[in-house]
Protein backbone atom coordinates (compact mmCIF):
# COMPACT_ATOMS: atom_id res chain seq x y z
CA UNK A 1 0.00 0.00 0.00
CA UNK A 2 1.34 3.30 -1.08
CA UNK A 3 1.74 5.97 1.51
CA UNK A 4 3.51 9.34 1.47
CA UNK A 5 3.58 11.20 4.95
CA UNK A 6 4.49 14.58 5.02
CA UNK A 7 5.98 16.84 7.60
CA UNK A 8 7.95 20.36 8.28
CA UNK A 9 5.59 22.47 7.66
CA UNK A 10 4.36 25.22 10.19
CA UNK A 11 3.62 29.69 10.36
CA UNK A 12 6.56 31.42 9.05
CA UNK A 13 7.55 35.38 8.66
CA UNK A 14 8.21 36.51 4.76
CA UNK A 15 11.41 35.63 4.05
CA UNK A 16 12.07 33.21 6.06
CA UNK A 17 12.50 29.53 5.40
CA UNK A 18 11.21 25.65 6.08
CA UNK A 19 12.42 22.36 5.15
CA UNK A 20 9.60 20.01 3.56
CA UNK A 21 9.64 15.99 4.36
CA UNK A 22 8.16 13.47 2.65
CA UNK A 23 8.08 9.93 4.03
CA UNK A 24 7.03 7.06 1.27
CA UNK A 25 6.76 3.71 1.91
CA UNK A 26 5.00 0.84 -0.17
CA UNK A 27 7.02 2.01 -3.37
CA UNK A 28 10.31 1.54 -4.86
CA UNK A 29 10.99 5.07 -4.09
CA UNK A 30 14.84 4.95 -6.26
CA UNK A 31 12.96 3.84 -9.02
CA UNK A 32 10.78 7.13 -9.25
CA UNK A 33 10.85 10.54 -9.60
CA UNK A 34 9.22 12.53 -7.12
CA UNK A 35 7.47 15.59 -6.49
CA UNK A 36 5.92 18.18 -4.52
CA UNK A 37 2.52 19.64 -5.31
CA UNK A 38 0.67 22.44 -3.00
CA UNK A 39 -3.35 23.90 -3.01
CA UNK A 40 -3.86 26.97 -1.84
CA UNK A 41 -7.61 27.56 -0.51
CA UNK A 42 -9.83 27.83 -3.10
CA UNK A 43 -7.51 27.08 -5.70
CA UNK A 44 -6.37 24.02 -7.48
CA UNK A 45 -3.57 21.37 -6.43
CA UNK A 46 -0.33 22.59 -8.83
CA UNK A 47 2.99 21.39 -9.11
CA UNK A 48 5.93 23.20 -7.45
CA UNK A 49 9.11 20.62 -8.48
CA UNK A 50 10.28 17.22 -9.26
CA UNK A 51 13.28 15.64 -8.97
CA UNK A 52 13.86 12.00 -11.60
CA UNK A 53 14.95 9.31 -10.16
CA UNK A 54 18.48 10.15 -10.98
CA UNK A 55 18.97 13.64 -9.40
CA UNK A 56 17.22 15.61 -12.34
CA UNK A 57 15.23 18.81 -10.99
CA UNK A 58 12.75 20.97 -12.64
CA UNK A 59 10.65 23.83 -10.64
CA UNK A 60 8.03 26.08 -11.53
CA UNK A 61 8.62 29.67 -12.34
CA UNK A 62 7.02 30.88 -9.48
CA UNK A 63 9.52 28.86 -7.06
CA UNK A 64 12.76 28.87 -9.17
CA UNK A 65 15.81 30.23 -7.22
CA UNK A 66 13.99 30.01 -3.77
CA UNK A 67 12.94 26.29 -3.14
CA UNK A 68 15.29 23.01 -4.08
CA UNK A 69 13.76 19.75 -3.71
CA UNK A 70 16.41 16.75 -2.99
CA UNK A 71 15.66 12.92 -2.08
CA UNK A 72 17.30 10.53 -0.04
CA UNK A 73 16.90 7.14 -1.59
CA UNK A 74 18.06 5.26 1.63
CA UNK A 75 16.08 7.05 3.57
CA UNK A 76 12.87 6.73 1.02
CA UNK A 77 12.61 10.41 1.62
CA UNK A 78 11.81 13.65 -0.11
CA UNK A 79 12.65 16.67 0.48
CA UNK A 80 11.88 20.70 -0.01
CA UNK A 81 13.82 23.20 1.19
CA UNK A 82 11.98 26.57 1.09
CA UNK A 83 13.96 29.84 1.03
CA UNK A 84 12.86 33.52 0.72
CA UNK A 85 9.03 32.28 1.48
CA UNK A 86 6.50 34.76 0.66
CA UNK A 87 2.45 34.98 1.55
CA UNK A 88 1.71 33.45 -1.93
CA UNK A 89 3.57 30.41 -0.56
CA UNK A 90 1.38 29.68 2.01
CA UNK A 91 -0.94 26.64 0.87
CA UNK A 92 -0.96 22.66 1.99
CA UNK A 93 1.93 20.82 0.26
CA UNK A 94 1.62 17.18 -0.62
CA UNK A 95 4.35 14.62 -2.63
CA UNK A 96 3.96 11.88 -4.52
CA UNK A 97 5.18 10.15 -7.26
CA UNK A 98 5.86 11.14 -11.06
CA UNK A 99 7.29 14.42 -12.88
CA UNK A 100 3.96 16.69 -13.96
CA UNK A 101 1.57 14.23 -13.49
CA UNK A 102 1.12 12.39 -10.14
CA UNK A 103 1.60 9.06 -10.52
CA UNK A 104 -0.52 7.32 -7.51
CA UNK A 105 -4.01 8.93 -6.86
CA UNK A 106 -3.91 8.52 -2.92
CA UNK A 107 -2.42 11.55 -1.46
CA UNK A 108 -1.08 11.85 2.26
CA UNK A 109 -2.29 14.65 4.65
CA UNK A 110 -0.08 17.04 3.07
CA UNK A 111 2.09 19.96 5.02
CA UNK A 112 0.64 23.51 6.01
CA UNK A 113 3.06 26.11 5.47
CA UNK A 114 1.46 29.70 6.32
CA UNK A 115 3.75 32.33 5.48
CA UNK A 116 2.31 35.65 7.24
CA UNK A 117 3.97 38.85 9.49
Known amino acids: QVQFVESGGGLVQPGGSLRLSCAAS????????MAWHRQAPGKQRELVAF???????NYADFVKGRFTISRDNAKKTLYLQMNSLKPEDTAVYYC???????????WGQGTQVTVSS
Open 96 to 106: NAGTHHPVFSS
Open 51 to 57: ITSDGGT
Open 26 to 33: GIIFRAYA
